[in-house]
């Protein structure tokens, strides 16, 4: 008899043609509870769509004629000079993903030439991450403890971290309604690596209609985080300081008054106030108030070169992805985080050529239309 699988079809591996194509997979191979705790925004989600239907207003008017061939994507950001204007978003506990997690991920971004961002709240330890990473910034949340935030400063120094990005805007966490609904709790294996000690029991302990992610975090972060301990960090660390998740140009005004080397015009991918405003509507008047006193970094909604595009028409310096790269990670691991970048960049090089930039710094000149 005829073996019957002589007569099944040869199935081809298509590579994914954008980052969006990574989200089918990725979905398949997750449990339901993780895939909404990645993809969730906070309250009813507006600020979450609003960030992608903001970028998708914003029409860039491309130039011709500039004799431009092949562009060069490099771009100069707070920790050096990277192959593209683009760093890996900080994204806590990656091994929900993956069980490689954030060590595959620091990896690929390795292979790109890009930063990866190691998260406080990261499932593998910062010291495994860094030696992984090629450039690996550290993102601090600041805790409670304070002896612990100096610890994670001077653990991110010795393992060699190139920046030092700190996020303020998470006092709580945001009203992340499916987690809510989900009774989402970390599985046992997947732990905040950083925290050492038992710091992450409330993770682990579920009970329905809670997040037991949000009940770690009330414990352990420190809601009153102001502008004097954002001076006391400046002191404190001789690493460009990055200050993640600025939507007010006063505020970003302040930051750079206080030291700051860049900020990430940054709603938290719409997780943390819903209501809040994309963040692709607030970049231009960030940059303008805050002129030449510091870089401007954006996140929120970006899926492709033309997003990296748009967002250096508005004026940004360079950008943070975050989903699609989590897509990708749960899809293909550290090879599917690396085809995700490698499309990342060329999808940049194609924007850059048809809007006839040479680099990255031409495209800060284009001009932008809204609704346009
Ligand atoms: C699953 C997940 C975990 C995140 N964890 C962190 C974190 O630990 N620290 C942080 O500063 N931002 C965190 N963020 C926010 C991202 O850094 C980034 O601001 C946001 O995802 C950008 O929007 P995008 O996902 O639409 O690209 C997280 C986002 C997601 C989706």
């Not at 900020?263 to 994309?278: E, F, I, K, T, Y």
Request: charged content about 20%.
């Amino acid at each position: 008899m005829a073996d019957p699988t002589d007569t099944l079809p040869e199935v081809a591996f298509v590579p994914p043609a954008s980052l969006a194509d990574f989200a089918a997979p990725a979905r398949a191979v997750l449990p339901a509870g993780v895939w909404d705790f990645v993809e969730g925004g906070s309250g009813t989600e507006t600020t979450l769509a609003a960030n992608r239907a903001a970028l998708d207003r914003v029409a860039v008017l491309p130039r011709v004629l500039t004799g431009v061939d092949i562009p060069d994507t490099a771009a100069d950001l707070p920790g050096g000079r990277y192959a593209q204007p683009v760093a890996v978003a900080p994204m806590a506990y990656q091994k929900l993903l993956h069980p490689d997690g954030e060590v595959a991920l620091a990896a690929a971004a390795r292979t790109a030439g890009v930063p990866y961002v190691a998260s406080t709240v990261a499932s593998a330890p910062l010291e495994e991450v860094a030696a992984a990473g090629g450039d690996v910034w550290f993102q601090l949340y600041w805790l409670r403890d304070r002896d612990l935030v100096a610890d994670l400063v001077d653990r991110a120094h010795t393992a060699g971290c190139t920046a030092l990005m700190v996020t303020v805007d998470v006092p709580v966490l945001g009203r992340r309604l499916r987690d809510v609904r989900n009774g989402f709790t970390l599985p046992p294996q997947v732990t905040a690596a950083n925290l050492a000690g038992g710091r992450d029991d409330l993770a682990h302990r579920g009970a329905p209609g809670t997040s037991a992610v949000a009940a770690h975090t009330g414990a352990v972060f420190q809601p009153a985080m102001s502008w004097a301990d954002l001076a006391w960090l400046r002191e404190r660390t001789r690493l460009p300081l990055v200050v993640k998740g600025v939507l007010d140009p006063r505020d970003a005004v302040r930051a750079a008054e206080t030291g700051a080397d860049a900020v990430v015009v940054s709603n938290h991918g719409g997780r943390q106030l819903d209501g809040a405003p994309a963040s692709a509507t607030v970049l231009p008047d960030v940059v303008t108030a805050v002129g030449p006193r510091c870089t401007v970094l954006f996140d929120g909604g970006v899926r492709g070169g033309t997003d990296v595009l748009r967002a250096l028409a508005l004026g940004a310096s360079g950008v943070l992805v975050g989903r699609p790269l989590l897509w990708a990670l749960a899809a293909g691991g550290r090879a599917g985080a690396e085809a995700a970048l490698g499309l990342l960049a060329a999808e940049l090089r194609d924007a850059l050529t048809l809007a006839g930039c040479a680099d990255p710094g031409a495209a800060r000149h284009l001009r932008t239309l809204i609704g346009g």
